[in-house]
């Protein structure tokens, strides 16, 4: 993934398992399937007797979870998550999940996704006594249930309805594991069972990570209760018409994964394919900027009926660049990373397929060092549509002003990153590929590319974007 470097980044992953002796290594690996969702940070809060334990830490999951002793982690119940931290959030008090002890019981929590009146709960919460321990707004959620004192189905639901925006939510109290989606399903979050234990995850990648199956998804608007009586379904909110964040399928998510019904890779190359019918060109090879850029390019090559070629590889031993933050180094970190195939494309005209432009500086830099390779033209196709507007939703991406979508007309942009053409998949192309079948897959969010916001912030303060 070449997150870093686009300026787009997810924010966070959550894993939960209930009823399996190695809970806590089987959420280790669910994570570490799920690193490509938060690189800032990683943890695990494990159930045993229903004292809740847990171990969280700054880093890669790897790292993290080198000094866990899973021997002090026992207990068939825990809860996971891997975060990615906007600027302000960086401290180890915001890596998730979240715990919290009384005298009587013990919560976790962890959350994939933007809590937009996150602020404005915050300010009323305090004003009533509240003290948090955190920046992030996932605590916000932890209060508002505590409020009525016990957790359950009821006083999880209340506090739900008080929330706007998108959420995956898990929170483990005592022996039970909750799981809730927010109610326009924008975050991807599943159910799977591994034997008779359940897992839940942002992604169905987890899940064949540590060998379970997939058993569903959970609905927009409903919440999960998973305890020694089985899985007890309830609805919070009602059901309202599912708009998966189509960036997850675009970009974020991983090939093998699932996201509501629909195999990412699979819905990649579907793009490659609309595009091929929308934006053809004479040219001699496809190729396209690895990783997530790989599928939509076999796509547009078998549409197209040319090679599939690869014509940049990726050095993978690169360490990661984001951390870096001048423009400067991050984009000699571009140069680093990627590296044209002169054999491959010198002399021809290649087609290069790339999933999205953010700010521009990472196509202009492939162009030429494409071109410094030898190749006598370069025409840019991408994937989905112009990113224009921000997101909301707990995807973190340039401001308005980077965005070349945004400031620019399409030719504009070619002319800006040297391409010798340039077209973008439309958006109901973007549609078509993702959304199979309208009665199971729904929508689609495509808010940062059409301006039009599945749940529309209210002011100022609901556009002021928090992190998970
Ligand atoms: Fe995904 Fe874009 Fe919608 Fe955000 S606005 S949820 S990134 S499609």
């Not at 070449?2 to 002796?21: D, P, Q, R, S, T």
């Not at 899940?207 to 899985?231: M, S, V, Y």
């Not at 190359?269 to 190729?287: F, T, W």
């Not at 990153?417 to 958006?427: C, H, N, R, T």
Request: charged share 25%.
């Amino acid at each position: 993934m070449l997150a870093e470097i686009k300026g787009i980044n997810e924010e966070c992953g959550v894993f939960g398992i209930w009823g399996h002796e190695k809970a806590a290594e089987l959420t280790y690996y669910g994570l570490h399937s799920m690193q490509h969702r938060g690189q800032e940070g990683a943890g695990v809060v494990v159930s045993k007797d229903k004292e809740l334990t847990g171990y969280k830490q700054l880093g890669l999951v790897n790292d993290v979870f080198k000094q866990v002793k899973f021997d002090d982690l026992s207990g068939k119940i825990a809860l996971g998550h891997v975060r990615y931290a906007t600027q302000g959030g960086k401290g180890l008090e915001n890596v998730q999940p979240l715990l919290f002890q009384s005298l009587t019981s013990g919560m976790a929590l962890a959350h994939n996704g933007n809590l937009m009146n996150a602020t404005a709960l915050r300010e009323e919460l305090e004003k009533e006594g509240s003290i948090f321990q955190t920046t992030s707004d996932t605590e916000v959620l932890a209060h508002l249930m505590k409020r009525s004192g016990e957790i359950n189905e009821t006083t999880i639901s209340e506090a739900l309805n008080r929330v706007k925006g998108a959420y995956a939510y898990l929170i483990l109290e005592d022996d039970t594991l909750y799981a809730a989606l927010d109610p326009t399903g924008i975050r991807p979050l599943s159910i799977g069972r591994i034997g008779e234990a359940y897992v839940v995850a942002s992604e169905t990648c987890a899940f064949d990570q540590i060998g379970a199956t997939f058993e569903r998804e959970i609905l927009p608007g409903e919440l999960i209760k998973i305890n020694q009586d089985g899985l007890t379904s309830f609805r919070f909110a009602p059901r309202g018409k599912r708009q998966m964040c189509a960036m997850e399928y675009v970009y974020l998510s991983r090939p093998d994964s699932d996201l509501n019904y629909v195999n990412v890779h699979a819905s990649r190359k579907r793009m490659g394919k609309e595009l091929a019918k929308e934006a053809p060109v004479d040219a001699d090879l496809v190729i396209g900027v690895p990783d997530s850029s790989i599928s939509a390019a076999i796509g547009y090559a078998e549409e197209s009926k040319l090679p599939y070629e690869m014509g940049i590889i990726k050095n993978r031993y690169v360490g990661r660049t984001f951390i870096q933050p001048s423009q400067e180094l991050r984009e000699l970190g571009v140069k680093m990373k990627l590296s044209p195939v002169r054999g491959i494309v010198e002399g021809k005209r290649v087609i290069m397929i790339d999933d999205s432009i953010v700010r521009g500086t990472t196509s202009r830099r492939i162009v030429k060092m494409l071109k410094e390779a030898g190749a006598s033209e370069v025409h840019v196709r991408i994937a989905s549509p112009p990113i224009t507007d921000p997101c909301y939703y707990g995807i973190d991406m340039s401001t308005k002003e980077e965005l070349i979508g945004a400031n620019n007309s399409i030719e504009e942009i070619g002319e800006i990153i040297g391409a010798d053409s340039i077209a973008y998949l439309s958006e109901q192309g973007l549609e078509n590929a993702i959304v199979k079948d309208k009665t199971i897959n729904q929508g689609v969010c495509m808010a940062c590319m059409t301006g039009l916001y599945p749940v529309a912030p209210a002011d100022e303060k609901e556009m002021d974007i928090s992190n998970c």
